[in-house]
């Protein structure tokens, strides 16, 4: 067995591996980083304002564009290796964009590849591809979790199991694939979850018997390795949003309430809480559109019909001057968690919007800030124009979507894996992952590998 890291083993983001076991090539996600993502913007800040105010459509990324800023897995060492043309098939582990949002700019590398990817997550795929007007020329799968299927590759067949995860996004898996050589299992994103608010708790039992089947390799998310403390599951957070619900005053204050766009069973949860305020709650911005539309689109949208959901910019615009005049009234969820450029609450601190905040409102960030730079700083920047304000801001009422220590060693007890390789995160956030192994008998260089972008292990 061979195993190509492409990418996601040197920084948070662009996710993606390949296995190769005799003619026959798979690839366990192809996935966006979003720094790069945010770099290109900037660059392009401008032409998009020009085409913007004429009317024109707005450039939408390119291949080469991305792969200039970073923002995609440097698949290309697949050409080096003479893979490229042997991939039989391409695993989504989830719907999050540094595990998915590269597969629409570089899948039609491999024509040849069925795409293989959950209800959620598939929705997700075709919602990019049709916002950035391209044509993917595989063919698509969608499969259930905890669901099995058979391809048939140039050197025999394999079997490959979606075994239920849980995570901060709906309908996550496990990819397995089978083989003569052993079972590969990608547990990228690793969580457990015993007591999840939306869906079932990690499928134990099917981890079990994959263990006892025998797994050669086991590549894990490896971002919290050095943190025994486990992170704590959806019922703490639906408990820390009461509390912060609770907190909330002013009869015509506004109500404001922010969290990652994917996060369908947070945003299930504000909602059941926003209820209470016999507020009408109003959900803001595209990509909260995107992920309530495809979990509605696959019937995992529990709070749809509790919401009106606003899209398009002259709507919002609309919709924020009827705010501007009616506080009270609503209770709105909008974009801008990271105070990304463009979103909701970004555009309304410049003053780009016909509401305003004013000292007494109140915003509710679900989230945490992404520990990257360009996020930091921008968070901090918005946090002090909102205080300076009079905002009344609630940070962190969160938990975050990545396993700890005993999440890992967890996994190790259950899978019992030959080979265990660290991924999703920097060279210093994978290392604690090196010294847990080795709590279980993996030998550095032997057993357990470091690897890094564009690495070939073979096993």
Known sequence: MEICTIGGYEQVGKNMTAVKVDEDVFIFDMGLYIPGIVELQEENLLEYASRFKKGKPIQRYTEQKLREFGAIPDDRVLDKLGWRNKVRAIFISHAHLDHVGGAPYIANRYPQATIYATPFTMKILEAIVEDEKIKIRNRLRTVKPDSSHIIKGKSGTYKIDFIHATHSTIHCVFPALHTKEGIFFYGLDL????????????????????????????????????????????????????????????????????????HIERLNNIVKFASKTGREI???????????????????????????????????????????????????????????????????????????????DHILFSSSVIPVPVNILARERLDNKLRKIGVKIQADVHVHGHGSREDMRDLFELLKPKHVIPAHGTLQQETPFIELASEYGYKLGETSHLSSNGKLLKL
């Open 282 to 360: 109003v959900f803001l911005g595209r990509s909260l559109n995107k992920y309530v539309d495809a979990a509605s689109k696959v019937n995992s949208c529990p709070f749809r019909k509790k919401i009106k959901l606003i899209k398009y910019r002259r709507q919002i615009e609309a919709f924020l001057k009827k705010l501007e005049k009616n506080r009270g009234r609503y209770f709105v969820v909008c974009t801008g968690h990271q105070a990304e450029e463009n979103s909701i609450l970004d555009r309304i601190i410049k003053g780009q919007t016909s509401f305003n905040f004013k000292s007494g």
């Open 191 to 262: 969580k457990f979850d015993n007591y999840p608010t939306l869906g079932q708790p990690p499928n134990y039992k099917k981890l079990k018997e994959i263990g006892r089947k025998g797994v050669k390799v086991l590549v894990v998310d490896a971002l919290y390795s050095g943190t025994e403390t486990k992170p704590g599951g959806e019922k703490i957070a639906e408990h820390m949003l009461e509390d912060a619900f609770s907190k909330l005053r002013g009869r015509n204050s506004a109500f404001f309430a922010t969290t990652f766009s994917s």
